[in-house]
Every structure is written in C-alpha cells, then in structure tokens.
C-alpha cells in the first residue's frame, strides 16, 4: 500500500487557515442546481421550448425544486449559466438579458425564485466576452456588480475566458469581488481564477480565498466516467496545494453533480455523491429535475451523505492511499467523526474486496479504543461499536464506492 506525498493530517485539522473572503456567505459549501452541463447554450427555443435558456426553464426547476424536496434537503442556489444575455449592452452600458428568452428580465425571475424561498445564481466573465461570446464584464465591474444586485442575485459564477492578460485576469476578479461587497447585497462569488492561471504560474491559493468564496481548477465536468475519473485524478495529484485553503467561507469547486443524467452507471452515481461529499465541493447538480428516477434523486437527497459535506468544521477531504485498484479517502468531521470512502477504479469483472485497517485512517487516530461505524453508500448499513484494531471486510463494486461515517 502506497501512502499519498500529504504533509499530512494536522494540517487539514485547520480548515480555512488562510485569510478568506470575509462576506459572512458560503459558511458550507453552496448547494443548489446549475443548468450547463445538462442544457449547455440551447438558445433555439422555437425548436426545443422544453430545454433552451429560458424564462420557461428556470421557473419550471424553481417549481420542482419546492415541491420534490430539493429545497427541504439543503438545494437552494437556481443557478442561471452562460447564453442568458443579449448580444449587446443597453444603451447605458448595462448588461441585459435575451428579451426573447426572457421576457421579464431577470429582476421578474428573481422575484419568482425569491418566492418559493429560493436563492438566484447567474453568471459573467472576467473578459470582453463570456465563453459562449456574449458581453464580458472587463471594465464594467462596478456597474455590472449593481446591476446583479439591484436584480437581486445570490450568488455570481464568474468565468475566465477572453481575458487578455495574466494580469486583467487577476485584477479582474479581484475588482469584482471588491466591487460585489461594495454593493452591500450578500452574493456568493464563485470564481475560475485557479482554472485559467494555472497554466501561466502557479497559483496562489491564498490570495485566491481572500476574493472568492469557491473556485475551480479543472475542466467543465462532462456526462462520464472517464470526465469523473480525470477530476478525482487532478484533485488528488495536487491535493497538497490547495486543500490547506479550504473552509467556511473558500471552497475548491470540482464542478457539477451530473448524478441523474445519461453517462453514469448507478456506481458511479454513487462514487461522485460520495467524492464530492468527502470533498467538501459546492454540490450543484446539472440535471432535469422533470425527468429523474426515484433512485437517482434519493442518492441527491440522502441527508445523511450531505451532512458530512455540510459538515460545520469545513475540512477537505483528500486522497489517503492508492493500493491496487483501491482508492482510501478520508475527511474529518466535526467532534473527531471522520468520514471514509474506498473506491474500487477497477472497471471489470465483480465486486472486489478491500480490508479496511482502523489503524490506517487519521495517522492511527480515528478512533480511541473503539469508534461507531455506519455505512452510508452504496446502501445503509450499522456496524455498530469496533475496535480500533479492528479491520473492515469491504466488498466495492467496479467503479463504485463505499463510503463510511465513524463516530
């Protein structure tokens, strides 16, 4: 079994360490449903009413999100996404969105989102123009800062792309996130700073929690196992960086919850909830809440898998060891309760089995002569009392995860 390079535990004890955007906001990690990954750009409403970038699509989620629970399970940011705006300012120079798509503007969805006790996300970029091409907020920071406030947004999303230089891109997204407290609204700022600067130097992940509430490093996520795999990989291989930052207030963000959609088995449903919850990631799912199964909503749903990602005490989880085909991950809790999950990369043949030494969790720490064990995922399960010699019997199903709570 071969130990991960951490520098190790105690430092992951002190989540938050360094000095994070203090906007009193994202004190857990923000949850709610972003529309990117499941409905992309899809501006054509004429030919695809149900699905485009609308007025339509955002209250129908806002709807289903209070009448199937998301919200009564800690789901309350309505994430709006790229494609949302008009291809040009007004002539005042303020952002405005499609009048077609959205005919009252978002000030109107707001209202209606506010109603149902939800909160609203949108989105800009740092550059002259958003991914997909449309206005930019370089050089209207302010501006744009008011307008998402007077509109009455939650939180903002804030890309990277067509920013120019190294150095408008961290001016830039530190003059917004200046210019958003200047507003006196609260709104989560969501940054991709990390993403974008990473290929020119390397980052400073201090400075970066000193502006954002949470913030990207890797690619979008898509609907996949090879797009799952290649997150968990990168979060792990620099795992040293940046999770020492995390805590109450600055999040890594290792994107969307694609749980409900096309390209996952139910296993691996099952490995990104527990991941992303070991992880201490904002959970934004990207699905069609009209159209889920009753399985993958109740892995979305499960509280007892989102209190460890809600958990109070704000630590990171990280990659512990790699043995064979396993993967050890551990995340400590609030009161010394660690949460563990083993994940199986082995993607052939059956269930494989893993032995579980308490010993090897928390540098020997994790339970004082005996600790209680529940297993969360893939199905509930009490082990009840175990000695902290004891070793765990695990059997994780190709690509899937167990994921343990000890108390």
């Not at 149900?50 to 919200?71: P, R, Y």
């Not at 008011?146 to 939650?154: I, K, L, M, N, S």
Request: proline residues 4%; contains cysteine.
């Amino acid at each position: 079994m071969k130990l991960c390079a951490l520098t190790y535990v105690w430092l992951f004890l002190l989540p938050g360490t360094a000095q994070s955007l203090r906007n009193g906001l994202a004190l857990t990690p923000p949850m709610g449903w972003l529309h990117w990954e499941r409905f992309l750009c899809e501006t054509d409403c004429e030919k695809n009413p149900n699905n485009c970038v609308s007025e339509k699509l955002f209250m129908e989620m806002a709807d289903k999100m209070v009448l199937d629970g998301w919200l009564d399970a800690g789901y309350q940011y309505l994430c709006i996404d790229d494609c949302w705006l008009a291809p040009k300012r007004d002539m005042n120079n303020r952002l405005q969105a499609d009048p077609i798509r959205f005919p009252g503007g978002i000030k109107k969805l707001s209202d209606y989102v506010h109603a149902r006790g939800l909160l609203l996300g949108i989105y800009q970029d740092v550059g002259t123009h958003t991914c997909a091409g449309y206005p930019g907020s370089q050089g209207y920071y302010d501006l744009d800062a008011q307008t998402f406030a007077e509109w009455g947004v939650d939180l903002l999303k804030f890309d990277g792309c067509y920013y120019g230089s190294l150095t408008n891109l961290e001016e830039g997204y530190r003059s917004m996130s200046m210019a958003l407290n200047k507003t006196g609204r609260k709104i989560v700022f969501s940054c991709e700073w990390p993403f974008y600067a990473r290929y020119i130097k390397k980052v400073n992940y201090t400075e970066v929690a000193e502006y954002c509430n949470s913030w990207r490093n890797f690619a979008d996520i898509s609907d996949s196992w090879a797009s799952l795999k290649s997150v968990m990989d990168w979060t792990s291989a620099f795992q040293n960086e940046f999770v020492p930052v995390a805590g109450p207030g600055a999040w890594n963000d290792p994107d969307m919850l694609v749980i409900g959609n096309f390209g996952l088995s139910w296993d691996q449903q099952v490995t990104q909830m527990a991941l992303w919850s070991i992880m201490a990631a904002p959970l934004l799912m990207s699905n069609d809440l009209r159209d889920i199964s009753f399985e993958s909503k109740a892995l979305l749903q499960n509280q007892e898998v989102i209190y460890i990602n809600q958990d109070p005490l704000g630590a990171q989880g990280y990659k512990v060891l790699k043995a064979g085909y396993f993967e050890l991950w551990e995340k400590p809790l609030i009161k010394g309760s660690l949460a563990v999950s083993v994940t199986n990369r082995n993607e052939q043949g059956g269930p494989g089995n893993f032995l579980l030494s308490l010993s090897m969790l928390w540098s020997g720490r994790a339970c004082k002569d005996n600790c209680f064990v529940t297993r969360l995922l893939p199905t509930r399960h009490i082990y009840g009392y175990v000695k902290d010699t004891s070793v765990l019997s695990l059997w994780v199903n190709p690509s899937g995860t167990v994921l343990l709570r000890l108390d």
